[in-house]
């Protein structure tokens, strides 16, 4: 079984910066890419980021592109996403998911199967 853990979560001004941190654990990540999406209040859960755990390739959101930033660490089967210049639009619930394939080009929410409970993110002004 797959458990998928976020942390780094909380309240932060508009312009500072948050880095949220994923622990995987379960069953080979070496073939499957990890992103990361968020839910604000009254809306749609959306895509962010993903990474492609073997090569190391990464996609964005337009909405954060140039802001923040996703790796990730073999040794410790962590995902992290570096958030800076963090605005109030910013504000969610950040979810760490699972992909069920191994590459970028498929990004929605049903693409992918493991799910963390989420951190929040909130920005004041």
């Known amino acids: 079984q797959v458990q998928l853990v976020e942390s780094g979560g909380g309240l932060v001004q508009a312009g500072g910066s948050l880095r949220l941190s994923c622990a995987a654990s379960?069953?080979?990540?070496?073939?499957?890419?990890m992103g990361w999406f968020r839910q604000a209040p009254g809306k749609e859960r959306e895509f962010v980021s993903a990474i492609a755990w073997s090569v190391g390739s990464s996609v964005y959101a337009d909405s954060v592109k140039g802001r923040f930033s996703i790796s990730r660490d073999y040794a410790s089967n962590t995902v992290y996403l570096q958030m800076n210049s963090l605005n109030v639009e910013d504000t969610a619930v950040y979810y760490c998911a699972r992909s069920k394939y191994g590459t970028l080009q498929y990004v929605r929410e049903e693409d992918f199967d493991y799910w963390g409970q989420g951190t929040q993110v909130t920005v004041s002004s």
């Open positions: 379960g069953r080979t990540f070496g073939i499957y890419a």
